[in-house]
């Protein structure tokens, strides 16, 4: 099955940009969708089809993604962005097509 | 406004069932494909389930197929989980996520989950 590999942890200082990976095999041809999970809470849909955003979402949320990584962008990074992040892409191609990333700890320091 | 609640979580001995729903409301439930997703005590998201808006094509997780069944009454605007020979490992909160319109599966509503607990 579709793996997504990101990094454990990201720290950034308040108004710096923070940049989470998530890598898979030639995910650029697949559509990579972000959410962010605050502690306690649902997660949330931040980022979809590699770089949309959701009604609601600021601007300072941005994506990329190109060749085996996709990129979730935080500009300006404020205190209340600090969450963990998760990637996730639909493997069409199996029968098991839901897939997460295994989540990123983003800490603003 | 779009809504999913979840019920039905609790604590269930290993080996036991447990059946879990999504009430859906604020949209057009019948027109909409559905998934469960778990989140295991500090652990990540994993997919667990998905249905179709008719419900004709189902695919599950390799962790709980055999064991879990997905279904849902269009006509109720409700999601199941049916959980049966539940291990310690099925441990998690589970929520019921909406796919958007695109045709990339993204989930682009959440509920705020149910935990279900594995343990005697």
């Known amino acids: 099955s579709y793996v997504l590999t990101q990094p454990p942890s990201v720290s950034v200082a308040p108004g710096q940009t923070a940049r989470i990976t998530c890598g898979g095999n030639n995910i650029g041809s697949k559509s990579v969708h972000w959410y962010q999970q605050k502690p306690g809470q649902a997660p949330v849909l931040v980022v979809y089809d590699d770089s949309d955003r959701p009604s609601g979402i600021p601007e300072r949320f941005s994506g990329s993604n190109s060749g085996n990584t996709a990129t979730l962008t935080i500009s300006r990074v404020e205190a209340g962005d600090e969450a963990d992040y998760y990637c996730q892409v639909w493997d069409s191609s199996s029968d098991r097509p839901g897939v997460f990333g295994g989540g990123t700890k983003l800490t603003v320091l | 406004e779009v809504q999913l609640v979840e019920s039905g979580g609790g604590l269930v001995q290993p080996g036991g069932s447990l059946r879990l729903s999504c009430a859906a409301s604020?949209?057009?439930?019948?027109?909409?494909?559905m998934n469960w997703v778990r989140q295991a005590p500090g652990k990540g998201l994993e997919w667990v389930s998905y249905i179709s808006s008719s419900g004709s094509t189902i695919y599950y997780a390799d962790s709980v197929k055999g064991r879990f069944t997905i279904s849902r009454d269009n006509a109720k605007n409700s999601l199941y989980l049916q959980m049966n020979s539940l291990r310690a490992e099925d441990t998690a909160v589970y929520y019921c996520?909406?796919?958007?319109?695109?045709?990339?599966?993204?989930?682009?509503?959440w509920g705020q989950g149910t935990l279900v607990t594995v343990s005697s």
């Open positions: 996520a909406r796919v958007g319109r695109g045709y990339s599966y993204e989930f682009d509503y």
């Open positions: 604020g949209f057009t439930f019948s027109s909409y494909e």
